[in-house]
């Protein structure tokens, strides 16, 4: 684990201010702290979705690949290599890639390019939907999670299926890092980019990126969000480090699960019964994953 101090942070930016991203958005604060991190030498990769659409009208001040939806793992694959065969070893080659992007429709990619071993990051910013496109589903929609195609009202009352388990499917693959993080624990974030990048081999990163569009709350609020998600524990922070699996953070006292969903709208229509099934699931997880953290 790489323990960061507000003194060491490095004050240059890389991801440039008066983007097109909405005001709020978690994806442009997790784009900004990992290139605080990462530095200029660095290719930016990404595929369709909301941080495209800001770095294409200019926010990145590094080199930048936008490629086809489902191709994000292919395109590291390509640079990097093709990095190798100049002989080039000192440039970070990392994705910054939506949780659509990421869990369903680039999963092959992504899975190939760990399976093959790249030297590259991938960072997924996990905002819980297709969001660039209006909101919808995707499979790390969380379950119960109303969006415009499970919506809240109705037959649906949200979306049927759990949240699919990126970070630990990718620590089954064998990555060699795999993280967990949130925009509202900066320092835990941008110590394991710090972390990933002197590892060799592909790398994996899913921040929670909470979206005020997406899920209901005002734009002000969003660091708050995603500290509350930690807090009571339905986004555990933790790394998975050659195998070794480490909580890098633990509440103390958890704050209660409900606080979390009353705050944003797309959970407006959950019952005492649908948030009492909630807080067990997360109760189970957490007692899972403790374990695991017991046991490495
Ligand atoms: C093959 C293909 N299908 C659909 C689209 C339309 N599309 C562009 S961005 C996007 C949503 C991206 O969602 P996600 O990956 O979760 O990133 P976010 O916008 O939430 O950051 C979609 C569906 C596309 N560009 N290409």
């Known amino acids: 684990m790489e323990v960061l101090t507000v003194e060491e942070l490095p004050k240059e930016e890389y991801y440039m201010p008066g983007n097109a991203l909405c005001a709020g958005c978690g994806e442009s604060l997790a784009m900004r702290l990992a290139l605080k991190i990462l530095g200029w030498k660095t ?70 390019m760990v399976e093959r071993g790249h030297n590259v990051l991938y960072i997924c910013l996990d905002n819980e939907a297709y969001m660039n ?26 979306k049927l299926q759990p949240k699919k388990d990126m970070p630990l499917i990718m620590a089954e693959h064998g990555a060699p890092y795999v993280a967990t993080a949130s925009i509202g624990f900066p320092l835990d ?33 969003t660091v708050e969000i995603a500290r509350l998600a930690v807090a009571c524990r339905v986004w555990p922070l933790y790394e998975v480090e050659g195998g070794k699996f480490t909580l890098t953070y633990e509440p103390r006292e958890p704050k209660p699960l409900r606080e979390y969903l009353r705050a944003q709208r797309r959970f407006d229509h959950l019952t005492e019964e649908d948030m009492a099934e909630l807080e067990r699931l997360v109760e189970e997880k957490w007692r899972r994953l403790k374990l695991r953290s017991l046991t490495g």
């Open 43 to 112: 290719i930016v990769v990404t595929v369709p979705g909301c941080m495209s659409a800001s770095l294409i009208m200019g926010a990145s001040a590094v080199p930048l690949l936008v490629g086809p939806f489902a191709s994000g793992g292919a395109l590291l694959s390509g640079i990097e290599t093709a990095l190798e065969a100049q002989g080039i070893t000192d440039v970070n080659v990392v994705a910054f890639i939506g949780d659509g992007g990421t869990a369903d429709i680039g999963f092959q990619a992504l899975s190939a």
């Open 133 to 158: 496109t209006g909101g919808q589903r995707s499979g790390m929609t969380p379950l119960k999670a109303s969006t415009t195609t499970t919506p809240g009202m109705g037959l649906l009352k949200g």
């Open 189 to 221: 974030y941008m110590g394991k980019v710090k972390r990933a990048m002197k590892i060799r081999g592909p790398k994996y990163i899913q921040v929670l990126c909470p979206c005020p569009v997406g899920w209901g709350y005002h734009e002000s609020k």
